[in-house]
Each structure stands twice: as structure tokens, then as C-alpha cells.
């Protein structure tokens, strides 16, 4: 996690402004860099039909997973809300 604060973030993950400004550079140079034929803009919630569907492979029996929500997230990187 420090590692993510550091790096990604330039040690600011609890400046909001500056963290969804770094979230959106990174999406957009996603974007301008691969393919869309190679692409999946995948949302959590989807479940794992568009992601198999992408990588070819068959839907698992298993629920899809559900691990590190928000507030997770937010307390290792020590964001108070």
C-alpha cells in the first residue's frame, strides 16, 4: 500500500483532487495506448461474463469475488472520511 501512496500517488493518496486527477491520466494513457480489440474496460460489478468473454475463457461455477471495498481501501491507505 505505501507503495501505491508513493509512487502512484506522489505521496498524496489522501488529496482527493490530486488522486482522481492521477486516476484519470492513468485511465486516459490506458486508453490512448492499448489497442481496442486488446482493450476490456471492465467495472467490478460486470461479474465475469465480459471478462471471460474477453480473455476466451469460460465462466467459472464461483461467485465472483467481492474483496477490497472502498472503505478498505481507503483505511490502508489511511484516508479518513
Known amino acids: ?5 508513493n509512487q502512484v500517488f506522489g505521496g498524496r493518496p489522501q ?5 482522481i486527477a492521477v486516476y484519470r491520466d ?4 490506458v486508453l490512448n495506448t492499448v489497442p481496442a480489440e ?8 460486470d461479474g465475469w461474463a465480459p471478462l471471460c468473454s474477453h480473455l476466451g475463457v469460460p465462466v467459472p461455477e464461483e461467485s465472483y469475488p467481492a474483496r477490497n471495498t472502498t472503505q478498505e481501501f ?3 491507505l ?3 472520511q
Not at 15 to 19: G, K, L, P
Not at 26 to 29: D, K, L
Open 15 to 19: 488529496d482527493r483532487a490530486h488522486a
Open 26 to 29: 492513468n485511465v486516459e494513457a
Open 1 to 5: 500500500i505505501a507503495l501505491v501512496a
Open 78 to 80: 489511511g484516508i479518513v
Open 38 to 45: 486488446r482493450l476490456l474496460v471492465h467495472k467490478l460489478g
Open 74 to 76: 481507503r483505511s490502508a
